[in-house]
């Protein structure tokens, strides 16, 4: 968004989504949806899959951070 200048508000209206949406993502309140990601890769000229893939790092990257030291030692457990 900072890019192109835009707020939040401008981006959700540009792809018909809720301001809300964009805000709670770029908060990291709310994961990208696939419909949010054909939405974002039309109006980007990026593709969907590429919104996809970054939602699926930042929910591994989250994810092993909130798991620690736990994941090691269930791992070695198994």
Do not use: C, H
Not at 7 to 13: D, E, Q, S, V
Not at 20 to 27: F, K
């Amino acid at each position: 968004m900072a890019a192109r200048k835009l707020g939040a508000n401008r981006l959700a209206l540009e792809i018909g989504v809720p301001s809300g949406r964009i805000t709670d993502i770029a908060n990291g309140q709310r994961g990208i949806t696939a419909d949010t990601a054909l939405r974002l890769g039309r109006w980007l000229g990026t593709s969907a899959q590429f919104w996809m893939n970054l939602e699926t790092r930042y929910d591994l990257i989250v994810t092993k951070e909130r798991l620690g030291r736990r994941l090691t030692i269930e791992a070695r457990a198994a």
